[in-house]
Nanobody, 121 residues
Framework: QLQLVESGGGLVQAGGSLRLSCAASGYTFSNYAMGWFRQAPGKEREFVAAISRTGITVYADSVKGRFTISRDNAKNTAYLQMSSLKPEDTAIYYC???????????????WGRGTQVTVSS
């Protein structure tokens, strides 16, 4: 059964950095596009970044230049390196997987349970 498990969240001061990891199991990781989404309290879940099977990346405008998505197919893991963090980045961060192409909508078949990121001012 396909599983995604996020880790690496925590509390950080504004301007700091965190790296989130998404460990995948139960499927051929390299066949899937991977995405990161986030949901802040009282807000809808929103797209953050995605990476295709071949390493093509796409970012939300709000994180472009500050966040970097990557993947290590040998380790079945996707990453989200977050730098210059702002209080408005505070949210639960979810990773997701889908076959074939990257999309920036919620149209991903598999989801992790999320990891909390809190940025203090």
């Amino acid at each position: 059964q396909l599983q995604l498990v996020e880790s690496g969240g925590g509390l950080v001061q504004a301007g700091g950095s965190l790296r989130l990891s998404c460990a995948a199991s139960g499927y051929t990781f390299s066949n899937y596009a991977m995405g990161w989404f986030r949901q802040a309290p009282g807000k809808e879940r929103e797209f953050v970044a995605a990476i295709s099977r071949t390493g093509i990346t796409v970012y939300a405008d709000s994180v472009k230049g500050r966040f970097t998505i990557s993947r290590d197919n040998a380790k079945n893991t996707a990453y989200l390196q977050m730098s210059s963090l702002k209080p408005e980045d505070t949210a639960i961060y979810y990773c997701a997987a889908r076959l074939v192409a990257v999309v920036t909508t919620n149209d991903y078949k598999y989801w992790g349970r999320g990891t909390q990121v809190t940025v203090s001012s």
